[in-house]
């Protein structure tokens, strides 16, 4: 069963232009949502993370807007630039789970020029 | 630079050969994590430790087996594998167990088993 269910699974956007990634869950303990980026050959690193006392968490040109009720988050790209181009993975855990994190299946993500 | 080291980054090995994969971390981390990458699917978390003690084995068949030799060093011996087991293995490491922050990871070793 798979907790974390992400959408796009590939994502082309021209450069100047909004991505987003959605992702939704079921587990209702989970109260720490991070996104993470893999660059190829590289490793996921952490981009940005929301708890879900916040509907919205803005760091730069990312943006994750989270709905408590509809348990759902999403990560905005704005202006979105080649370097960008990377695979977003969303996750989520809940304390005491030793770091657990559940993730997402990934979202491949190509900004064109 | 994450601060998490993999080696070796590339791994081609016969079902019949025994192999290790080493993870090395200089961040002072209490938590090491091993995790599966295969397309198309989430990263499937295979081992945690804790202050070198295994604290979390989910279901990983035992031709895998780790060793947490000291808090900085973690391996994964791999010894008759599957096809199936063609994989990115990425190590992680982590501030500790009740620390659901950041994890880093380091670029992970690329599996074939042919």
């Known amino acids: 069963q798979q907790q974390v269910k992400q959408s796009p699974q590939s994502l082309i956007v021209q450069k100047g232009g909004i991505s987003i990634i959605n992702c939704a869950y079921e587990n209702t303990a989970f109260d720490y949502f991070p996104w993470y980026q893999q660059f190829p050959g590289k490793g996921p690193a952490l981009l940005i993370a929301i708890r879900p006392d916040v509907s919205e968490k803005k760091e730069g040109r990312f943006t994750i807007s989270f709905n408590k009720s509809a348990k759902q988050f999403s990560l905005h790209i704005m202006d979105s630039q080649p370097g960008d181009s990377a695979t977003y993975f969303c996750a989520a855990s809940s304390r005491g789970t030793a770091s657990k994190l559940t993730f997402g299946t990934g979202t491949r993500l190509q900004v064109t020029l | 630079e994450t601060g998490v080291t993999q080696t070796p980054r590339h791994l081609v090995m016969g079902m019949t050969n025994k192999k290790s994969l080493k993870c090395e971390q200089h961040l002072g981390h209490n938590a090491m994590y091993w995790y599966k990458q295969s397309a198309k699917k989430p990263l499937e978390l295979m081992f945690v430790?804790?202050?070198?003690?295994?604290?979390e084995n989910n279901s990983v068949p035992s031709r895998f087996s780790p060793e947490c030799p000291n808090s900085s060093h973690l391996f994964l011996h791999l010894h008759t594998l599957q096809p199936e087991d063609s994989a990115l293995y990425l190590c992680?490491?982590?501030?500790?167990?009740?620390?659901?922050?950041?994890?880093?990871f380091g670029s992970g070793t690329q599996l074939s088993v042919l």
């Open positions: 992680a490491s982590g501030g500790g167990l009740e620390n659901n922050e950041k994890l880093f």
């Open positions: 430790y804790s202050l070198e003690e295994r604290v």
